[in-house]
């Protein structure tokens, strides 16, 4: 049974957050959390957060991304070391690697056209501490689902706790912005956040007050967004 005490409280590496023995529920770890034998570890410094009713991960700012089996992260595109395989640097410690076949439509006689420099929206098919990370444009069913290469726009790198704030259901921070001006976002587990505007200067204004909000409470988020149209407009 996990220690209900140390939710929402700060750990550090090799702490005990918990037992195994005799709880009848399907623990889920997310990062910083770790089963050995018995008992729960923390292998990551931050704040434990509890989703009910069994999910656990440590929240903290690292910038070095560790690749998860399903996430969906933001890369680009570095080499193509053979014709059938694209490397995309994803920021973890080993580029990924891409097929020409991890399309929507694509086939041998139908290829993608990916240059180098493009910037890619995937998901993690293969994340182990022994091999080379995989990913791919399509979804389980064969979709893109809003994968692959994303056009114009300015890709901008933040810390992992920005980006799981914004991928929240009805983020506070997208909500504010938002009200006030147009914009798409796209946002990766891996600490990237892409963002497509009317205009290239709104664009770059818009990534760097959303990234110099990250740890504002909303109250100031407001404030900074309203000055920010004002200025912008002006």
């Known amino acids: 049974m996990m220690d209900p005490e140390k939710v929402n409280s700060v750990v550090l590496p090799g702490d005990v957050l918990g037992e195994i023995a005799g709880n009848k529920d399907k ?9 050995e034998g018995d008992q729960v ?22 910038k070095r991304y560790v ?13 193509k070391p053979s014709a059938d395989l694209y490397r995309v640097d994803i920021g973890s410690s080993m580029p990924a690697s ?41 979804a389980p069913g064969g979709k893109a689902n809003g994968m ?3 056009e ?8 992992l706790g920005l980006c799981r704030k914004l991928l929240v259901a009805d983020s506070a921070l997208l909500v504010a912005f938002g009200k006030r001006f147009r914009f798409e976002v796209t946002v990766g587990c891996n600490g990237r956040v892409w963002l497509k505007s009317p205009s290239v200067s709104q664009t770059i204004a818009l990534c760097n007050s959303l990234d110099a909000a990250a740890l504002l409470p909303i109250k100031q988020v407001d404030a900074m967004v309203l000055k920010l149209e004002k200025s912008i407009h002006s």
């Open 41 to 62: 570890l923390a292998t990551k410094s931050g704040i434990l957060r509890h989703r009910h009713p069994v999910t656990y991960w440590v929240d903290n700012n690292q």
């Open 152 to 159: 114009g726009g300015l890709m901008f790198q933040s810390s």
């Open 67 to 79: 690749p998860v089996f399903d996430e969906y992260v933001i890369g680009v595109v570095t080499g």
């Open 98 to 138: 891409l097929s020409y076949l991890s399309f929507e439509g694509a086939t041998k006689r139908n290829r993608p056209a990916v240059q180098l420099g493009d910037t890619i929206y995937g998901r993690v098919t293969v994340a182990s501490k022994d091999m080379e990370p995989e990913i791919t444009c399509v």
């Open 148 to 150: 692959g290469v994303l």
């Open 27 to 35: 623990l889920l770890f997310g990062p910083g959390v770790r089963r």
